[in-house]
């Protein structure tokens, strides 16, 4: 807990305000919900990669992508989950001041990867409606591992530029913090010193890691929309359009969540609605992507249904 420093109270431990307004019984059914949702997207997830790795017909790019998403936001997971529903029972556990880090390392990642991998499947759906022809030359072996490692080497660099910056702050205004893990600006709060630069530096890398790749996906299926309205067959279009669906869906709920919370001024910055709306994109969203893409997908129904 607090450590006695020269003229302030330094922090090396910290405690999670989390759901602990919430009653016991509240706690212990959000506990069950949350584990559920837990247990779910990670079989979700193992499945979706296993299947993909066993069945040779989803041995392509869009399969290759969805895999790398499914292992990507298994680890965010991991990151994040088990240590909430430990708070959920233990509200008093403190994290330590090097685990908190890791935490947000981890977070931070996984949760930039991911939002690359996206822009890497929208990119991979353009050159397969946009450009068919070309499209085994364009996403070769090589173009693909390219995008994936380029994805993670982002996330990396990011949560590196975050925490070095987060984690060098004094932290002297208690040691609680108002969420269920470790993000940046519920630990700017603790700071006890000048934030401007830190703030600035998280409004950039958001603006680069969402608003970027969220544009470009956007701009992407503006493209894919234009040709496929330009393809004759009905029974064309409705496949085009289904190939597009369930990623789209999964794009729109992953950014919209993650840029209400950090693209919003800092005025209208309000630490329990950033909560709730955490529990969307570390809870919620990550469920969507087994549940998509095996229930609304024809391909991932047929190689599982060959499997059993």
């Known amino acids: 807990m607090p450590v006695p420093g020269t003229n302030f109270t330094?922090?090396?431990?910290?405690l999670f305000e989390g759901f602990s307004s919430f009653g016991w019984q509240h706690r212990l059914i959000l506990f069950v919900i949350f584990l559920t949702l837990y247990m779910l997207t990670l079989s979700g997830n193992v499945m979706i990669v296993t299947i993909i790795r066993l069945d040779r017909?989803?041995?392509t790019p869009m399969y290759f992508f969805l895999s790398m998403l499914s292992i990507s936001e298994t680890c965010y997971m991991v990151a994040i989950i088990p240590r909430m529903l430990?708070?959920?029972?233990?509200?008093?556990?403190?994290?330590?001041?090097?685990?908190?880090a890791t935490q947000l390392f981890f977070y931070l990642t996984?949760?930039?990867?991911?939002?690359?991998?996206?822009?890497a499947m929208g990119y991979d759906r353009y050159v397969a409606i946009c450009n068919p022809l070309r499209y085994s030359v364009i996403m070769g072996n090589r173009t693909c591992i390219q995008l994936a490692s380029g994805s993670l080497g982002v996330g990396l660099s990011m949560a590196i530029i975050q925490v070095t910056s987060v984690f060098g702050l004094p932290f002297c205004r208690g040691f609680v913090i108002s969420h269920f893990f470790c993000d940046v600006r519920p630990l700017l709060k603790l700071a006890c010193t000048n934030t401007t630069v830190n703030e600035i530096i998280?409004?950039?890398?958001?603006?680069?890691?969402?608003?970027?790749?969220?544009?470009?996906?956007?701009f992407s299926y503006v493209l894919i929309i234009s040709t496929i309205l330009k393809i004759a067959s009905a029974e064309g279009r409705k496949k085009a359009f289904a190939t597009c669906a369930s990623h789209l869906t999964v794009v729109i709920i992953h950014y919209g969540c993650a840029s209400i919370v950090y693209l919003k001024p800092k005025s209208q910055s309000s630490l329990e609605q950033d909560r709730l709306i955490s529990v969307t994109y570390t809870v919620i969203t990550p469920l969507l992507n087994p549940v998509v893409y095996s229930l609304r997908n024809r391909e991932v129904k047929e190689a599982l249904c060959r499997a059993f």
Do not use: Y
Not at 10 to 14: A, K, W
Not at 86 to 96: C, D, E, R, W, Y
Not at 110 to 119: R, V
Not at 202 to 218: G, I, N, R, Y
């Open 10 to 14: 330094f922090v090396t431990e910290f």
């Open 86 to 100: 430990s708070g959920l029972l233990n509200p008093q556990k403190a994290i330590s001041f090097q685990d908190c």
């Open 57 to 59: 017909r989803l041995h």
């Open 110 to 119: 996984f949760g930039i990867n991911s939002c690359f991998l996206l822009t």
């Open 202 to 218: 998280t409004f950039v890398v958001s603006v680069f890691v969402l608003v970027l790749p969220m544009v470009l996906v956007f």
